[in-house]
């Protein structure tokens, strides 16, 4: 009799092995929380890459770093249009957003937002390089490429006009959609004198690789630019987490790796 017990147990024990391992599974497994994130789309290289296409740029690779600083969290990203990204923030469809975006007041209110930076915009004058122009004043009587109506190049130089009225610098606003390379061609040949821009979009790229007499210069307005995450209780620990991952990030060289790799410039040097 205590033979056959004995036997019993032996034939048991696997099975209690495999529901304890398997029980272990599913507590870690339910312990690490899914992060959905919406990444700009159409944003080369700051992140690109549409719905069912893995996202790649500077920031999905420092979402890729914080996601490694954090292992129970769990980072899943796809691309959205820039309008389908706050609004799926806003009803939580996602959990966080990157996108270059700003820190505003309605924003902050609106959403959980780390104090800790992504990354810098550096704004900039692209002219040619046997232009004078290397500053906001510079660009008085000048033929400036059309911005976006409402955009954030529209809004800064509104702003600088309202500090220095003495220095009339004419801008339009334009809806008209051309890619920036080509406004940058069209600097080049003479159409315009100047564009200005966030040295955030791979404009150093396309001057490379076209071969393009064109210079970019220091910049003339600098913005933080910040993760964005979903208004919630729950979100609370994951805004601080986040928060700590980006300040080590920083001080540990990483953002400065990927700057580097992805805009062929230090901008951590400029976050404030």
């Given at each position: 009799?205590?033979?056959?017990?004995?036997?019993?147990?032996?034939?048991?024990?696997?099975?209690?092995?495999?529901?304890?391992?398997?029980?272990?599974?599913?507590?870690?497994?339910?312990?690490?929380?899914?992060?959905?994130?919406?990444?700009?789309?159409?944003?080369?290289?700051?992140?690109?890459?549409?719905?069912?296409?893995e996202p790649?740029?500077?920031?999905?690779?420092?979402?890729?770093?914080?996601?490694?600083?954090?292992?129970?969290?769990?980072?899943?990203?796809?691309?959205?249009?820039?309008?389908?990204?706050?609004?799926?923030?806003?009803?939580?469809?996602?959990?966080?957003?990157?996108?270059?975006?700003?820190?505003?007041?309605?924003?902050?209110?609106q959403f959980l937002i780390?104090?800790?930076?992504?990354?810098?915009?550096?704004?900039?004058?692209?002219?040619?390089?046997?232009?004078?122009?290397?500053?906001?004043?510079?660009?008085?009587?000048?033929?400036?490429?059309?911005?976006?109506?409402?955009?954030?190049?529209?809004?800064?130089?509104?702003?600088?006009?309202?500090?220095?009225?003495?220095?009339?610098?004419?801008?339009?606003?334009?809806?008209?959609?051309?890619?920036?390379?080509?406004?940058?061609?069209?600097?080049?040949?003479?159409?315009?004198?100047?564009?200005?821009?966030?040295?955030?979009?791979?404009?150093?790229?396309?001057?490379?690789?076209?071969?393009?007499?064109?210079?970019?210069?220091?910049?003339?307005?600098?913005?933080?630019?910040?993760?964005?995450?979903?208004?919630?209780?729950?979100?609370?620990?994951?805004?601080?987490?986040?928060?700590?991952?980006?300040?080590?990030?920083?001080?540990?060289?990483?953002?400065?790796?990927?700057?580097?790799?992805?805009?062929?410039?230090?901008?951590?040097?400029?976050?404030?």
């Amino acid at each position: 009799m205590p033979a056959i017990k004995t036997t019993l147990r032996r034939l048991a024990m696997p099975g209690i092995v495999t529901i304890a391992l398997l029980s272990a599974a599913t507590s870690y497994a339910e312990s690490v929380r899914t992060i959905k994130i919406a990444t700009a789309a159409e944003s080369k290289p700051l992140s690109w890459g549409a719905i069912g296409v893995e996202p790649q740029g500077y920031e999905p690779d420092v979402l890729k770093a914080i996601n490694a600083k954090l292992p129970q969290y769990k980072f899943v990203m796809e691309g959205a249009a820039d309008i389908a990204q706050e609004t799926g923030l806003a009803t939580g469809k996602y959990d966080m957003a990157t996108g270059g975006y700003y820190k505003a007041p309605a924003r902050s209110k609106q959403f959980l937002i780390p104090d800790n930076p992504i990354g810098a915009s550096l704004m900039k004058i692209y002219s040619r390089k046997d232009s004078n122009i290397n500053g906001m004043k510079d660009l008085v009587g000048k033929n400036i490429v059309p911005v976006t109506a409402g955009g954030g190049v529209y809004k800064f130089v509104m702003q600088w006009q309202q500090e220095n009225p003495s220095d009339k610098v004419d801008i339009k606003a334009s809806s008209a959609g051309v890619p920036y390379p080509d406004r940058l061609k069209e600097v080049q040949n003479g159409k315009y004198d100047a564009l200005i821009l966030p040295s955030n979009l791979g404009e150093q790229t396309v001057i490379d690789n076209q071969k393009l007499a064109i210079k970019a210069s220091e910049p003339v307005a600098i913005n933080n630019t910040y993760v964005l995450i979903h208004r919630s209780d729950e979100n609370k620990k994951l805004n601080d987490d986040v928060n700590e991952a980006l300040k080590e990030l920083k001080a540990d060289g990483t953002l400065d790796k990927l700057s580097q790799k992805w805009f062929g410039e230090d901008i951590v040097k400029y976050m404030k």
